[in-house]
């Protein structure tokens, strides 16, 4: 049997070829048959250009449907794709091309002369924003057939960079076997169907727009009405004919932002996912407010593919990421390893068929995050919750990076920026530790405020004394326009580091 990701795809395509695939705003209707079609050329393409399974294809390109069949291309002929973000430069560049050595590199023609001299012996196609260039100039002369590759389940699909904010970047290893376990479980655990419509704003070189949303309409012969970047006016004038919407916070935010973002607006939807950062509460419950129904709050890593998720029917509750999807499995465990009781906070850890092969050509620090026992360890710290309605759920506290030690006391930052949130003229915040010589690290909170507001830091730190332990209260507080935020919308505490140290 084939365990190629793109015969799982294929299987679950609509018999008919005319099924709507993808809609575009502004352009014509991709059919699955013409997604088909030009993956298949585009496969062709590549194997001429000199491609062989298991070689690298690096993409830097706007979002248009082209790219996303040049994705399909990819696993049809074995090869392992690496989407770029589009704002890396140069010296990003260099550093992901030496490390993934790519056999052809696809970029926009307006980086066509930067790439050429970092490209070494790659060939380097163009794309533009409207899916042409020399890419889709190849295929005019290719056969719209093409015999998918046999792979193992362990072969190589894609190589995931993440985003390097605590040193070098690493390569994020997934097999055709990661893909396609985590794209199965979020199809049964969210109840996708055919007759399901998705609105897809989010970017294709990461997780979240790649894999969760596009995994979910094809393997279950939906439709994608695609939108090339996020703006709220754009979403709220497709949501009358969708069924679907997955976002990150900020999506959610501007929406509500939005007079025209109604219930009524909404009626047609069934289901608003939210993740790749941390929804803030009181967003949830704005949401809920506002539409009639809650937010479904998930959670995943690019290591893992998604992990967690709060139910589809059932009790979605704010500031957790609900209960392991389906076959895997997931721990929580305190610094000697041994499993946290409910209500106990610590490390969390993963394992399953979606938990990647390891790190591109970084045996070492793979062995480092693997325990003995064959669980991958996150990075993240949580608790299962202890009771109520959400029991057994998983609450995120923060990430380990981000844990700060205050005079030998352990301090997580959710626990404050919840805190924080809550008051008066405070739209969001960030709390972070900075070097201290006499606590080792500091406490310290970064506030953005409304508009036409003001705040008093003193008075905030006064009250929070009264609330939580004097060692978890900000030792000052900083007053910001906006906070560093990387393109999906996690906030980057990296970059408040190093500027209020």
Avoid at 341 to 370: D, H, I, L
Wanted: proline share 6%; charged share 20%; net charge neutral.
């Amino acid at each position: 049997m084939n365990a190629n990701l793109y015969a799982l795809v294929d299987a679950h395509f609509p018999r008919e070829r005319e099924v709507p695939c993808i809609l575009t705003p502004d352009g014509p209707v991709i059919h699955y048959g013409d997604l088909a079609d030009e993956s298949a050329r585009l496969a062709n393409a590549l194997v001429r250009a000199g491609c062989m399974p298991g070689d690298r294809v690096a993409v830097q390109a706007d979002k248009h449907w082209r790219v996303l069949a040049l994705y399909l291309a990819c696993l049809r002929a074995g090869l392992v794709y690496l989407p770029l973000n589009t704002g890396y430069q140069r010296a990003e560049l260099q550093f992901f091309f030496d490390d993934a050595k790519p056999r052809v590199i696809v970029c926009r023609p307006e980086s066509l002369g930067t790439v050429a001299t970092i490209a070494h012996e790659a060939t380097v196609l163009t794309i533009d924003a409207n899916g042409s260039g020399e890419l889709h100039d190849r295929t005019a002369t290719e056969a719209a057939q093409f015999e998918t590759v046999m792979s193992r389940p362990d072969d190589l699909a894609a190589i995931l960079y993440t985003s390097g904010t605590t040193g070098r970047s690493k390569g994020a290893a997934l097999t055709h076997r990661n893909l396609a376990s985590n794209a199965l479980a979020l199809v049964e655990a969210w109840g996708f169907t055919r007759g399901d419509v998705l609105v897809h704003a989010l970017p294709i070189y990461h997780v979240h727009g790649l894999f969760v949303a596009v995994h979910c309409a094809l393997l279950s012969g939906a439709r994608l009405i695609w939108l090339p970047k996020f703006d709220a006016k754009d979403v709220i004038a497709s949501l009358p004919a969708a069924t679907v919407m997955m976002g990150v916070p900020t999506f959610y935010t501007r929406l509500l932002a939005e007079p025209t973002f109604t219930r009524d607006a909404c009626g047609s939807i069934r289901l608003f996912v939210s993740g790749s950062a941390p929804l803030r509460e009181e967003t949830f419950h704005a949401f809920r407010a506002r539409i009639g129904q809650p937010i479904l709050e998930r959670y995943g890593m690019t290591e893992t593919g998604m992990i967690t998720s709060n139910p589809l029917d059932g009790v979605r509750a704010a500031g957790t990421v609900g209960r392991p999807l389906p076959g895997i499995s997931v721990r929580v465990t305190s610094d000697d390893g041994r499993p946290c009781a409910a209500g106990v906070v610590g490390g969390v850890e993963v394992r399953g068929p979606n938990v990647f092969s390891g790190y591109w050509r970084m045996p070492e620090k793979t062995r480092e995050e693997f325990t003995a026992d064959g669980w991958f360890r996150t990075g993240d710290i949580g608790e299962w919750v202890a009771g109520g309605e959400a029991k057994d759920y998983l609450r995120l506290v923060g990430r380990a990076k981000d844990l700060i030690i205050s005079g030998g006391l352990n301090v997580y930052p959710k626990e404050i920026e919840e805190r924080l949130n809550e008051f008066p003229g405070v739209v969001e915040s960030a709390v972070i530790g900075v070097p201290d010589p006499d606590l080792g690290e500091a406490v310290t909170a970064v506030v953005v405020v409304a508009a036409g507001q003001s705040i008093d830091e003193r008075a905030m730190i006064r009250s929070l004394k009264g609330e939580i332990a004097t060692f978890k209260v900000p030792k000052c507080v900083h007053v910001v326009a906006e906070l560093p935020r990387n393109a999906m919308g996690k906030v980057q505490k990296n970059v408040l580091r190093e500027r209020f140290s």
